[in-house]
């Protein structure tokens, strides 16, 4: 039951669901190869596009929390940067009992997050929109849209210009189509983005119809091994007895 907006202590944690939608999935999802610096959330951003004869396009995202010092988790330094108001409100006691799924997602605010990192998109018919380096390049948007805001200076609310048009939106002139990308132990052929001051992006097409992307903050490149494999599928998160 759903009260004044207020989640009930027994609300079921929303991972449930969405490890179920991957795990039903019929095509296998890729993430960083385990590391010490990363801990995966097993949270995904799945998105879908539809038409009248059924799934056209599916695109599962993945994020991680970043540590930048993974031999010592209560280490000052691996805290995020946040204002003072975002600070104190993760510092206020709740006035009534939440869930504890979401007293953990509280407390992981506190830590930096690799958000959507890591891209493996389905398409059932490619063409030149879905391309790699197509895909590459709307990933990077994506990230510097929603997660350098404030170093881009854009502006709140929706764009205004021509969709591709803002002077810090990525390009398909900057791709690179000479990488090379760690894919479950193999050196496969990739392209990358890496003219960007704020990010760095690299994909590669792994069969006709899947697509890996991903694309990193420069800041935490050193940190990261950037090698991608096969992700196992977890158990979901207990649902509350």
Known sequence: MWISGVL?????DPRIKGAEMVRALPFAIYGLVPQPSLEDLNSFGVMAARGSDGTTQTTVALN??????????????NLAELD?????????DSPWPRPRWLIEQVERM???MLWEVVRTTWTRVPDEYQSLPNQLVQHVNHILMNRFRAELGIPDGPPSGPPGGEPWHARLSAVNPMAHLEVDGHEVDAVEIDTDPFVYGIGAQ??????????????????IRLALATRAHRESPSAPA
Do not use: K
């Open 110 to 112: 506190r830590y930096p």
């Open 84 to 92: 003072e108001v975002t600070r104190e409100s993760l510092d206020q």
């Open 206 to 223: 792994l069969s006709g119809e899947i697509v890996v992307t991903v694309v990193i903050p420069r800041a935490d490149l050193p940190l």
């Open 8 to 12: 009930p202590p027994d609300a079921p």
């Open 64 to 77: 991680y929390t970043l540590w930048r010092n993974p031999n010592d988790h209560d280490d000052p330094a």
